[in-house]
């Protein structure tokens, strides 16, 4: 749950602004935001991508996820 998106064409300061403030005034998307937040703080998302990337060094494109 969050603001909609931006069409790329449509992408302006001022359009990314208005859904910035969308996300963190409106109660239900930073209830939802809080609940995200709790359910990946135990990720190590960095140490995924080194990994991966890492597997890939290596040649190993199927267990990067590439085929």
């Known amino acids: 749950m969050g603001p909609s998106p931006i069409p ?15 996300a963190v005034t409106r109660p239900e998307m930073r209830r939802a935001a809080a609940r995200l937040a709790a359910r990946i703080a135990g990720d190590d998302g960095a140490g995924a991508v080194v990994a991966a990337l890492e597997r890939l060094g290596r040649g190993d494109r199927a267990r990067v996820g590439l085929g």
Request: net charge positive; charged share 20%.
């Open 8 to 22: 790329l064409r449509a992408l302006t300061a001022e359009a990314l602004a208005c859904r910035i403030t969308t």
